[in-house]
């Protein structure tokens, strides 16, 4: 199974590198316009690749499963946002060597008297500018998720769809069948990502509503939605993966959330997601009411006891509301009885907000488990664990023999915590290939 998602991987990367290189490489085909100079043609290659990673920008973000099963959609998210900012620079280099080696162009930037080619190339990277800067930003000028989304989508288009047109309307390089057939198949491949992200998805998604039966309380000011499919069999999930839900009145509207499903993968027909609420929509979830419908996208995810069958045991490390992924797969390792070794340290601010925590006794009952609690505020007759995990406190608890896919070790939390644990785990040579991460910082 392994050796197959590296194949996969392999195979995926490849179509990436030749769709993102076949711009430079049509650009060779026939003859190219006279009287161009080097550093006018090298600009122009630059923006030719950097549009058409945007382009294929959409096809990271569609949730195509096939494309994400390789790596997982954290890797793949991640990916999308470093690879935003190469396409950014290429494209923005591709007017500064213009305007460099010849200043006159320079007057192509005052859109009143500019031909309209120019015209839609200014418009499109003031739009890649305005969307780099939000996502950088977000978080710092306290832009609303949801809002973020439309912007995000809205810029995105904007700044594809006018590169496009800027492209057709220069001409210089798009004056052969093969170019014109090349440029023509990224723009309808643009235009059908589009349609089945904002038209047939929401449609399927439409079709298979789900009906929240109970809004709990949890421990960690965290809530959980026990929701039911309604008219439909639902989908089945590996232990460990999210799903986005849509709380609106319809899944066309903007306000889609990705969240963990804390409950056992062998019962779909009962599915769980805890939330912990830390502003913006998680807030709301606590005022939702039974009977409610709302719309779920998944599974996604490659995050789960299921990717790993060889493992003699699992290693599992959470923070904070980072449990959710982990109590599904632990849930479903009861629910099917298995009795490898298991292992849970779990780090949180003190003992009344431990999530689970009595959950998690109780699945002490029917697994192989250990749990080791990690508490920063201990109370005062605490005999357990304080402070944060380190490496020092790794290698008193994780087990002895940790030879190559002998146990695999899942780790989720806040941002700093992953961090410092992954950096342990290296520092007491635990193999990179047996430690896997999840991560859901979109932006």
């Not at 809205?154 to 390089?173: D, P, R």
């Not at 998805?201 to 309380?217: C, D, G, Q």
């Not at 502003?279 to 005022?287: A, E, I, L, Q, Y």
């Not at 949180?348 to 749990?371: G, H, I, Y």
Request: charged share 20%; aromatic share 12%.
């Amino acid at each position: 199974m392994r050796t197959r998602r590296i194949l996969q991987g392999v195979f995926w990367v490849v179509v990436y590198l030749a769709l993102t290189l076949a711009p430079l490489l049509i650009l060779l085909v026939g003859q190219r316009p006279p009287g161009r100079a080097f550093y006018r043609d090298f600009s122009v290659a630059l923006g030719f690749a950097g549009l058409a990673m945007m382009a294929l920008q959409f096809a990271l973000t569609a949730r195509f499963r096939f494309l994400k099963a390789p790596y997982g959609s954290d890797i793949v998210y991640f990916f999308h946002r470093q690879i935003s900012l190469v396409a950014f620079v290429l494209i923005l280099a591709h007017p500064l060597l213009l305007f460099v080696f010849d200043p006159q162009t320079l007057g192509l930037l005052n859109v009143f008297s500019a031909p309209w080619r120019a015209r839609a190339a200014v418009t499109a990277t003031a739009a890649l500018i305005a969307l780099v800067l939000i996502s950088i930003f977000r978080k710092q000028w306290k832009i609303e998720y949801t809002q973020w989304r439309i912007w995000h989508g809205f810029l995105a288009a904007a700044a594809v769809g006018l590169g496009l047109v800027h492209a057709v309307l220069v001409g210089y390089y798009i004056n052969t069948p093969a170019k014109q057939v090349l440029w023509v198949g990224y723009g309808l491949f643009w235009v059908g990502l589009l349609v089945w992200v904002r038209v047939i998805k929401p449609l399927l998604l439409l079709r298979r509503p789900y009906v929240i039966e109970a809004v709990r309380p949890e421990r960690g000011s965290a809530w959980t939605l026990v929701m039911r499919p309604d008219g439909h069999r639902g989908f089945r999930f590996q232990p460990g993966q999210f799903a986005w839900i849509t709380a609106g009145s319809s899944p066309f509207a903007d306000a889609e959330h990705p969240f963990s499903i804390s409950s056992s993968a062998e019962d779909p027909q009962r599915l769980s997601m805890t939330i912990k609420a830390l502003g913006d929509f998680t807030s709301t979830v606590k005022d939702m009411k039974p009977g409610q419908r709302v719309y779920l996208d998944g599974a996604f995810g490659s995050f789960s006891v299921d990717r790993h069958p060889h493992a003699r045991g699992f290693v599992f490390i959470a923070g904070g509301i980072g449990i959710t992924p982990m109590m599904s797969m632990l849930s479903t390792l009861a629910d099917r009885g298995d009795r490898r070794p298991l292992w849970l340290l779990y780090a949180n601010r003190d003992w009344e907000s431990v999530t689970f925590r009595e959950e998690l006794e109780a699945l002490k009952q029917r697994l192989d488990l250990r749990v080791i609690h990690f508490l920063e505020d201990p109370p005062a007759d605490w005999q357990g664990e304080t402070g944060y995990i380190n490496a020092e406190k790794l290698t008193r608890h994780l087990p002895p023999e940790r030879a190559q896919n002998m146990y695999e070790m899942f780790i989720c939390g806040p941002k700093p915590m992953m961090d410092a644990v992954e950096k342990a785990l290296v520092q007491i040579k635990v193999p990179m290939g047996d430690f896997h991460s999840e991560r859901f910082d979109m932006v």
